[in-house]
C-alpha cells in the first residue's frame, strides 16, 4: 500500500508506492498541508486503484517521470513483478549514508564524527551485502554478538557493554527510518540493550583535594582549583571562554563544551547552566585573568593563548602529581565526582545540586552518588533508633509531670 509523504529538505508532498517491482516515488509542488495531503491522498487512491485493475498507464499519470526507463526495462508494467520483495529496497551501506547525510545537519560536530566512526567500523561492514528489507533480527543479534568479541576498552578488553549499546541504537534508528520508508516490518522488535556494569567512581577527599591544590604546578593551580569546586565536565572547563565568566555575579556560565580542538554546543540543553563561583573559585579567576585575560578568549590555555589539550595535560601534569603524591591513579574526570559528593555532603539541596552539574534529574545523583553521603545512607536503623528514643524520653517525662 502507498503513502503520501513529505520531503523533509523541501516541506513538499510526493507520493510513494509500487509498480511493478519498482518502488516508485513521485514528487509533487503541493505544500505539506491537510487540504493538500487530502489532493494528493485521492490521487494515490486512484493511481492505485487503476494498478489493481491492471489498467495504468504510468506515463499517462507521471510525463516527466525518471521512473519510466526503469519500468520500460523492467517489462513495462509486469504486475507478476510487483511482489518481488527485498530488491526494491536499497543495500544497507547505501541508506546508511543517504541516512547519515539527511540526519548530521542536526547533530553536533562531535556525535556526527561518532556516528560516521560507527557506521565505518561497525554497522557498514557488517550488513554490506544486505538489503535494509533483508536484514533479520538473527542478523541483527549475530552482528551484536560480533561486536562483544572485539577488542576495546572495557574491563575485560574488549569492547565495553555501554559502546555495543551505542553502536546498536545507530543501527535501530537507521532501520526504524528504513522501515518507514520502504514499508516494510522493522527487524529492530523487543531487542533490548545489553546491562551495562554501574558506574565506578572514586571521588577525592577533602584532604586530598587540598593537598593536591597546594602540591600542582603553580601555572595549573587555578585550573584545577575551578575543577575540584565547581564539578564542570572536561570540555566545558577547557572549553570556558572569558566572555562567559561573570565576576559581576560571581556565575560561570556554562554554554559551550571544546571537543577536538573546537568549540561546540554543549553536552545537552541540560548542561546550559550558571554555576556560582564557589569558595576559592572568584579569587582564582580573577588571578588567572591576570595571566591569560589579555592573552586569549580562553580561560584556561597554552603560551600561545590556544585552549588546552586535555591529553597533554593528563599525561605532563595530572598523573604525575598523582605519583608523586602516592595517590591512587585517577582519572582527571574525578574531580566532577569529586565535587558531586562534596556538595551532597555538604547538606545542599540534591535538586540543587543535579541543576549545577547539569544533571536533568536528581537520579543520577542518588544512583551514582549515595554511598559516598553519611547522611544520606545511613542504612543501619540509627535514625529510626533516634527516633524511638526521642519519642520514649518525650513520654517518660510526660508520665513523670503526671506523677509529681
Not at 520483495?85 to 547519515?100: E, N, S, V, Y
Not at 544486505?130 to 568479541?149: G, H, P, W
Not at 580573577?286 to 586535555?310: I, M, W
Not at 544512583?367 to 518525650?394: H, W
Request: proline fraction near 4%; hydrophobic fraction near 35%; charged fraction near 30%.
Amino acid at each position: 500500500m502507498g503513502k503520501v509523504r513529505s520531503r523533509k529538505e523541501t516541506g513538499r508532498l510526493y507520493l510513494d508506492f509500487m509498480y511493478a517491482g519498482h518502488r516508485c516515488r513521485e514528487q509533487t509542488a503541493l505544500k505539506d498541508t491537510p487540504a493538500n495531503r487530502k489532493r494528493v491522498q485521492a490521487l494515490l487512491q486512484k493511481v492505485e486503484a487503476k494498478i489493481l485493475l491492471g489498467d495504468f498507464n504510468y506515463a499517462e499519470y507521471f510525463p516527466d517521470s525518471g521512473n519510466l526507463k526503469k519500468i520500460e526495462q523492467k517489462g513495462g508494467g509486469s504486475q507478476a513483478a510487483a511482489g518481488s520483495g527485498d530488491l526494491d529496497t536499497p543495500l544497507f551501506i547505501d541508506f546508511a549514508d543517504q541516512w547519515f547525510l539527511e540526519s548530521k545537519i542536526q547533530w553536533r560536530n562531535s556525535h556526527t564524527r561518532n556516528v560516521e566512526s560507527i557506521l565505518e567500523s561497525s554497522l557498514k561492514p557488517a550488513f554490506k551485502t544486505k538489503r535494509v528489507r533483508e536484514i533479520t533480527k538473527a542478523d541483527i543479534l549475530a552482528a551484536r554478538n560480533k561486536m562483544a568479541r572485539r577488542k576495546g576498552r572495557g574491563a575485560s578488553g574488549l569492547m565495553a557493554p555501554k559502546t555495543i549499546n551505542s553502536h546498536m541504537t545507530i543501527l535501530r534508528m537507521i532501520l526504524t527510518e528504513a522501515a518507514e520508508r520502504y514499508d516494510f516490518t522493522n527487524p529492530y522488535l523487543n531487542i533490548k540493550p545489553l546491562k551495562q556494569q554501574k558506574v565506578h567512581i572514586e571521588p577525592f577527599s577533602m584532604t586530598e583535594v587540598e593537598t593536591i591544590l597546594n602540591c600542582v604546578r603553580e601555572d595549573y593551580r587555578n585550573y584545577y582549583l575551578v575543577r575540584f569546586y565547581t564539578g564542570m565536565r572536561t570540555g566545558e572547563v577547557d572549553g570556558l571562554k572569558w566572555e562567559h565568566v561573570d565576576f559581576e555575579r560571581r556565575e560561570i556560565l556554562v554554554r559551550e563544551t571544546l571537543i577536538h580542538g573546537r568549540t561546540e554546543y554543549t553536552k545537552t540543553d541540560g548542561s546550559q547552566r550558571e554555576i556560582p563561583m564557589f569558595g576559592p573559585v572568584y579569587d582564582a579567576l580573577k588571578a588567572q585573568y591576570e595571566a591569560t585575560g589579555k592573552l586569549s578568549k580562553f580561560v584556561f590555555c597554552n603560551r600561545l593563548g590556544e585552549p588546552l589539550d586535555h591529553n597533554n595535560v593528563t599525561k605532563r601534569v595530572w598523573y604525575p602529581l598523582l605519583e608523586h603524591l602516592r595517590l591512587k591513579k585517577r582519572r582527571p574526570y574525578q574531580t566532577r565526582h569529586t565535587a558531586a559528593t562534596l556538595l551532597l555532603a555538604s547538606g545542599e539541596n540534591p535538586e540543587w545540586v543535579a541543576r549545577t552539574l547539569g544533571h536533568s534529574s536528581t537520579e543520577m545523583l542518588f544512583k551514582v552518588y549515595s554511598r559516598y553521603i553519611p547522611n544520606l545512607t545511613c542504612m543501619d536503623g540509627s535514625a529510626f533508633e533516634r527516633l524511638i528514643q526521642s519519642r520514649v524520653i518525650d513520654n517518660d517525662k510526660e508520665v513523670g509531670d503526671e506523677t509529681e
